[in-house]
């Protein structure tokens, strides 16, 4: 299945999960997709995930952080979308919820968090909002 938005997609496919009270989502692979995963779960939004090979195509199953019944992600939101990019330099990175959230950031040397971003002092594309 061809998504215009892939990003979108795993977003999509991880807010649903939520909803539904998932233990884990399986999301089709790429590298874009592998990199926004491995930022939630450094940020400790996600428990665990895993690339796995099932019946020849490649999927990450991301295993959701529950405390209780009330999930470690409140919402996902994304920001850049095909039809209406949105790029911020290294001065005008966001706060999400004054530094409780995080921002994805696509930058030259990688996707990163808005920290990470101001650390480095590079901007690019943001991609979501996670809170």
Do not use: Q
């Not at 496919?13 to 999301?27: G, M, P, W």
């Not at 428990?47 to 020849?56: I, R």
């Not at 019944?69 to 039809?83: D, E, F, V, Y």
């Not at 330099?89 to 030259?108: F, H, K, M, N």
Request: charged share 25%.
């Amino acid at each position: 299945m061809v998504t215009t938005d892939p990003i979108a997609d795993l977003l999509t496919r991880i807010r649903n999960a939520i909803t539904a009270h998932h233990d884990s989502v399986s999301i089709p692979t790429s590298k874009m997709k592998k990199s926004i995963v491995e930022i939630l779960f450094n940020e400790g939004f996600v428990s665990s995930y895993e690339v796995a090979e099932e019946n020849g195509h490649s999927n990450i199953k991301v295993a959701l952080k529950y405390d209780g019944k009330r999930n470690a992600i409140t919402n996902l939101k994304r920001i850049s979308k095909p039809g209406l990019r949105v790029y911020c330099g290294c001065e005008d990175l966001p706060r999400v919820l004054g530094g409780y959230g995080i921002a994805i950031i696509s930058t030259s040397r990688g996707v990163m968090t808005d920290k990470k971003a101001r650390e480095l002092k590079v901007g690019g594309e943001v991609l979501a909002y996670v809170w």
